[in-house]
């Protein structure tokens, strides 16, 4: 197993790094929060997870060894494979998580797209005993971090636009432009479907 990759960031896309190590490109998916944290040319370690199938190997990548570890508990659960565990993991903390599972917290699980109502109750029964509880001191400030989730979603997209080597007015006006789709969201916004679209209207004005 590849625990993780160190070294420079060589390229920046809407779901993916690719990392040098050892003069080799590493691919490493990764999701829109751990993307946050990178810049090209800055030295970076993604905590790894690598996923085997018979046709392909993919390394996915994390912010730190508690998103890789809860990353690969939730595939414990069936019919949980390695994009919707990283779908739980861009809409959710791993303390978010763990503290929607322990209290059965169906609306927080339905938030991640691609769960319904149902599957939402066989992931509590399922991994109620796998993930544990929340990480943070006492429950009522785990709920608290958890409700405040992660950052806004036009910042957070901002970012990830000015990361790729956009000027801030540039990324502004993506934002701007994709606004609608994201509001024509429920729940909490998907950020890679958002960077994506934002690239394309980039792409279109040049």
């Known amino acids: 197993m590849i625990a993780f990759v160190s070294g420079p960031v060589a390229a920046l896309g809407p779901t993916s790094a690719v990392v040098e190590v050892g003069g080799i490109g590493m691919a490493v998916q990764c999701t829109p929060h751990t993307l946050l944290t990178l810049r090209i040319g800055e030295q970076a370690r993604i905590a790894t997870s690598l996923v085997v199938r018979e046709d392909s190997l993919t390394l996915y990548g994390f912010a730190d060894d508690d998103e890789r570890q809860t990353f690969e508990l939730l595939q414990t659960a069936s019919g949980v494979g390695p994009r919707l565990a990283q779908a739980m993991l861009a809409t959710l903390s791993p303390d978010a998580l763990r503290l929607a599972v322990s209290t059965a917290d169906e609306k927080a699980l339905t938030a991640v797209p691609g769960i319904g109502k149902k599957g939402a109750q066989k992931l509590i029964l399922e991994l109620k005993d796998r993930l544990g509880q929340p990480l943070g001191?006492?429950?009522?400030?785990?709920?608290?971090?958890?409700?405040?989730?992660?950052?806004?979603?036009?910042?957070?997209?901002?970012?990830?636009?000015?990361?790729?080597?956009?000027?801030?007015?540039?990324?502004?006006?993506?934002?701007?432009?994709?606004?609608?789709?994201?509001?024509?969201?429920?729940?909490?916004?998907?950020?890679g479907p958002l960077l994506r679209a934002a690239l394309q209207t980039l792409n279109r004005t040049k």
Request: net charge negative.
């Open 137 to 191: 001191t006492g429950t009522l400030g785990a709920q608290r971090r958890a409700a405040a989730g992660p950052p806004p979603w036009t910042e957070q997209l901002h970012t990830a636009l000015v990361g790729l080597g956009y000027q801030p007015r540039e990324a502004e006006e993506a934002v701007e432009a994709v606004t609608p789709q994201a509001e024509a969201q429920e729940g909490v916004p998907e950020i």
